[in-house]
């Protein structure tokens, strides 16, 4: 399912002030990086080729991102993690679903991973 997809389901729920049903809210998956030294260029280029094609194949998914950090503005900045990546699915069922597909092994492990240091730290937030 793509933006545009969710957009107009969206807008046909809501038509003429009715609602849909409860549906199972669309949820974000926010990975905290830290990118190797001397790897930022290979990885920005291989988010580009390898990963993004992959993943907008996926059924469910709406949006992909990759974010620099530049600075804290309350609070205090972690101190490794320079990038944070975030994927955004209809569902959590969807996004689970993408782990385990052939696609899925290339777009992180071959495009992601091998530019980061591990640990890595991975949020998932359910939309409000």
């Not at 190797?36 to 390898?50: M, T, V």
């Amino acid at each position: 399912m793509n933006r545009r997809n969710v957009l107009t389901a969206i807008i046909a729920a809501t038509a003429g002030g009715t609602r849909a049903p409860a549906a199972e809210k669309p949820i974000q998956l926010h990975t905290d990086l830290e990118v190797k030294q001397g790897s930022e260029k290979a990885l920005l280029a291989d988010f580009e080729k390898l990963f993004l094609p992959r993943i907008r194949k996926a059924p469910g998914f709406v949006d992909a991102k990759l974010l620099k950090f530049r600075k804290a503005n309350v609070g205090q900045a972690h101190d490794r993690y320079n990038y944070r990546l975030v994927q955004s699915f209809t569902t959590e069922e969807l996004r689970e679903k993408w782990t385990v597909h052939e696609d899925h092994k290339i777009a992180w492990h071959t495009a992601i991973e091998k530019h980061v240091n591990t640990p890595f730290v991975a949020y998932l937030f359910e939309v409000a």
